[in-house]
């Protein structure tokens, strides 16, 4: 089983892989011919999350999905270090309890 720390950690950063296919879209709007990218998110075993990134099937935009997928991955991100924080802290506490 992974640790608090590596899965909050995995979340965090499938949550930049979010906010980065996301900005690749919004930036190419305009790009004739081109296939939005999406984050396909898989469970790790013990723990965790991966993210991955693809091309859509179907050439377009969608504006409104990517803004949605950016508030999405701000707040996941922050709750994942939120998590991230506490666990470090209460490893803390714990230490100076056994010193």
């Keep these: 089983m ?3 720390s590596s899965i909050a950690l995995s979340g965090m950063s499938a949550a930049q892989t979010q906010l980065q296919a996301s900005a690749n879209n919004v930036a190419n709007l305009a790009t004739p011919g081109y296939r ?3 984050v396909v ?3 790790k075993e013990g723990g965790g999350v991966q993210a991955q ?3 859509a099937e179907a050439v ?3 504006l409104e999905a ?3 997928a950016q508030l999405q991955a701000k707040n ?3 709750a994942n270090l939120a998590v991230f924080k506490t666990s470090d802290k209460l490893a803390g506490v714990l230490l100076d309890q056994k010193a």
């Design 76 to 78: 996941s991100f922050l």
């Design 53 to 55: 990134t693809e091309q």
């Design 36 to 38: 939005r990218q999406e």
């Design 66 to 68: 990517d803004v949605v």
């Design 2 to 4: 992974a640790s608090i």
């Design 41 to 43: 998110q898989t469970p």
């Design 60 to 62: 377009g935009s969608s």
